[in-house]
């Protein structure tokens, strides 16, 4: 089998490198560096993407042995007809490892071409972190090392404002590109650099908020070898991911994105303003998640797909979905209706294997961030609970009693649950969960009618199986 370092694939690539991408991971390789390999087909952004690996140990050797190239599948139902697609990727020309090679990332700054900066460090890479300016070493953080390409690149320049950068991290985090900016300009101010640079950061680039949301499996080590022959390439690079992808810019007005991805076929919005769509998200993509996952444990059930597929646990999530979390958000009916459709739709991908015990991690703040506030504007704006929501959190007090379920929180809840459990009657032990301020923000007690309902529902499980309770604790 061939090597994946083809000189004839590697020569057709004459594109001027326009990106410079902070991590060389999974999801950015099957999803934005996938993304440009299908602009720069249609000819509408025609650049290459240079990677910075971010940390010291990473897979910038083995990106360069292969010449930036690899393999993409993606596959999913797409309004419910099962779609998949092998792309190789030709968008990426190398990756640089700064630690070993400070000089080549000097160069990399000081492109002409460059056009857009875009990264992914984890939730934690976006942080100010105290350290000395350098000009021959890569700073620690994220955006230190930020702070050193954009000064590298305006002393490069003499300040030319036209040189400037659009900057797209995707990390997870709220208000990613504001945080990210209010970190460099940290760094701008603390390594003294200059109030010209402290302009031009301001008024010559450009820092937008964005969402990005696609399952990325990653590399299929048990199969490997099927999808290496299916390519006819040693592939050590492979990416799989479901057919699904949403990017989502708070950059309705900048020009440059507008030209990028209009027309292209792929789904991307350029917005005035993320947090309805990030909400939108969390609450029904993650909320709906997270409150599955206590009632399908509960019921024998293993995976996401399972889950959406049987006939009792299918019915609950769309109840969740259709009845309670999409009534209380602030989209129009139709468009709220075809993202839910979409939802349940990548639930029942069969390729992808989604582990309910794995989504179970760090149930319970999970659950505060993800269905407590739909559970609560639910209450508000009807003025009564949501009884499936309401059923999911009675569902998941009993989960962390335990008997064999795969429970993976802090110590110190899991402690209390065993402690409240062994302790407590049913009437109390709701009481003391409720009034738990560490865990909810505040204290639940206060919500009308919920300890008596989460009462109820829970002994109807703990006499009767999740199945049976749900069916009379809702009718």
């Not at 309004?79 to 640089?96: A, H």
């Amino acid at each position: 089998m061939k090597d994946l370092n083809n000189k004839e694939i590697r020569d057709r690539r004459k594109n001027p490198v326009k990106i410079v991408q902070f991590g060389e991971g999974n999801f950015l390789r099957a999803f934005v560096d996938w993304m440009f390999d299908k602009l720069n087909e249609q000819g509408k952004f025609v650049g290459d993407i240079t990677l910075v690996q971010p940390i010291e140990n990473g897979l910038a050797e083995m990106i360069n042995a292969q010449d930036g190239l690899y393999h993409v599948f993606t596959k999913g139902l797409d309004k419910g007809t099962f779609v998949e697609e092998t792309r190789l990727i030709k968008s990426v020309n190398k990756c640089i490892n700064p630690y070993s090679d400070f000089a080549e990332f000097s160069e990399l700054a000081e492109t002409e071409t460059l056009e857009l900066v875009i990264s992914n460090t984890t939730e934690a890479g976006i942080q100010y972190l105290e350290e000395e300016f350098s000009n021959d070493k890569i700073a620690k953080s994220y955006p230190g090392k930020l702070t050193q390409l954009l000064y590298k690149r305006f002393v490069k320049f003499n300040g030319n404002t036209s040189k400037g950068l659009t900057i797209l991290p995707v990390e997870l985090i709220n208000n990613n590109g504001g945080e990210l900016k209010s970190c460099v300009l940290k760094y701008v101010d603390s390594w003294k650099l200059g109030e010209e640079f402290r302009n031009w950061i301001l008024n010559a680039n450009y820092f937008h908020n964005t969402l990005v949301d696609r399952i990325v499996t990653g590399y299929p080590k048990d199969t490997i070898t099927d999808y290496q022959n299916e390519v006819g390439y040693k592939d050590n690079l492979v990416v799989t991911a479901e057919h699904y992808h949403l990017w989502v810019i708070e950059g309705a007005n900048n020009k440059k994105l507008n030209e990028i991805f209009e027309n292209s076929g792929l789904n991307v919005l350029l917005v005035d303003d993320l947090q309805p769509y990030r909400t939108r998200k969390v609450r029904v993509l993650n909320g709906a998640h997270t409150s599955m996952v206590p009632v399908g444990l509960l019921n024998g059930n293993v995976t996401v797909q399972q889950t959406v597929e049987e006939t009792f646990t299918a019915k609950f999530v769309k109840n969740v979905i259709e009845n309670e979390i999409s009534s209380i958000l602030d989209f129009p009916e139709d468009e709220i209706k075809e993202y839910a459709d979409e939802i349940v739709n990548r639930f029942k991908n069969p390729a992808v294997k989604h582990q309910l015990a794995s989504i179970a991690l760090n149930s319970i703040a999970k659950f505060k961030v993800r269905v407590l506030p739909s559970l609560l504007d639910y209450k508000n704006k009807f003025g009564e609970l949501p009884l499936n929501l309401t059923f999911s959190l009675a569902s998941l007090i009993v989960f962390y009693k335990g008997n064999g379920m795969p429970i993976n929180d802090d110590k110190e809840v899991m402690d209390f649950f065993a402690d409240a459990w062994s302790k407590y009657s049913i009437e109390d032990l709701v009481t003391n969960v409720l009034s738990n301020e560490s865990f909810w923000g505040e204290d639940l007690t206060e919500v009308k009618g919920l300890s008596e309902n989460l009462i109820q529902a829970i002994k109807l499980i703990e006499s009767k199986g999740v199945e049976v309770a749900w069916t009379e604790f809702i009718n």
